[in-house]
């Protein structure tokens, strides 16, 4: 009978964040919190919920360009990084060839490798030019190519994410004239929405889920407490 040998499946459970993931997360939670504490705001000191669906869809046009642009920029600046130590690293390598050759071994020495295991993979890494300078890019400086797109799409993910958080919270001011009883709607939808997204949020970034579905859901609670409690204050 033949013997064969059977290897199990073995999964490693690692925390990973797309950029997609932390652009969705930066648009959804700003766009859950700050309409929501506007609308709350507004409803401390006007009746007409048309005011506040003014206000409000306003307020969600104007954040998400800000947000978004927040995020192209920061795309951006990641992009021009990189470019910029890309030409910096190839200098030093055709200036600065003994140092970059030492900083190679030593990276090898540092992860176990031998003296002659380090000697033959610096010299085999360093007969290409560029490869030499991505290793060292990836290595040495812990930087990886980004996305040349990855600017403008953080930019609309972040700025539809935004959109879609922004639309919850407003969206009760749609269908009910009085304020105050469209107030009482849109904490329910934005509460429970705030925690199954701090929920999900904290899941995937390997914090405990529970707490943070309570805390997020506090912050948007208390910002929005905040500014119905000021908008009374003014009021009287």
């Known amino acids: 009978m033949d013997q064969h040998l059977h290897h199990a499946d073995h999964t490693e459970q690692h925390l990973t964040s797309s950029d997609l993931l932390r652009d969705v997360v930066i648009g959804m939670s700003d766009g859950l919190t700050v309409p929501f504490a506007l609308a709350a705001g507004l409803s401390g000191a006007v009746d007409s919920s048309s005011i506040i ?56 020495a540092n992860i176990g490798l031998s003296k002659e295991v380090q000697e033959k993979a610096t ?75 701090g929920f999900f949020k904290s899941k995937m970034t390997g914090v405990n889920p529970l707490w943070g579905a309570v805390r997020v859901t506090l912050i948007g609670a208390v910002a929005a407490a905040a500014a119905f409690g000021v908008a009374k204050l003014f009021e009287h």
Request: charged share 25%.
């Open 53 to 108: 669906v003014i206000a409000g869809i306003a307020e969600i046009c104007a954040g998400s360009i800000a947000m978004g642009l927040g995020g192209y920029l920061s795309g951006k600046t990641e992009q021009d990084h990189y470019t910029n130590e890309v030409k910096r690293e190839h200098y030093e390598v055709d200036n600065m060839r003994e140092q970059e050759i030492n900083e190679t071994k030593d990276f090898f």
């Open 123 to 197: 010299e085999e890494i360093a007969k290409d030019k560029e490869r030499w300078v991505d290793f060292m890019m990836k290595y040495e400086l812990g930087l990886e190519k980004p996305d040349p797109r990855r600017a403008t799409k953080s930019a609309l993910n972040i700025g539809l994410s935004y959109v879609a958080g922004g639309i919850i919270p407003l969206s009760p001011y749609f269908f009910i004239i009085s304020s105050a009883e469209a107030l009482k709607y849109s904490v329910v939808f934005t509460l429970v929405c705030l925690f199954i997204f």
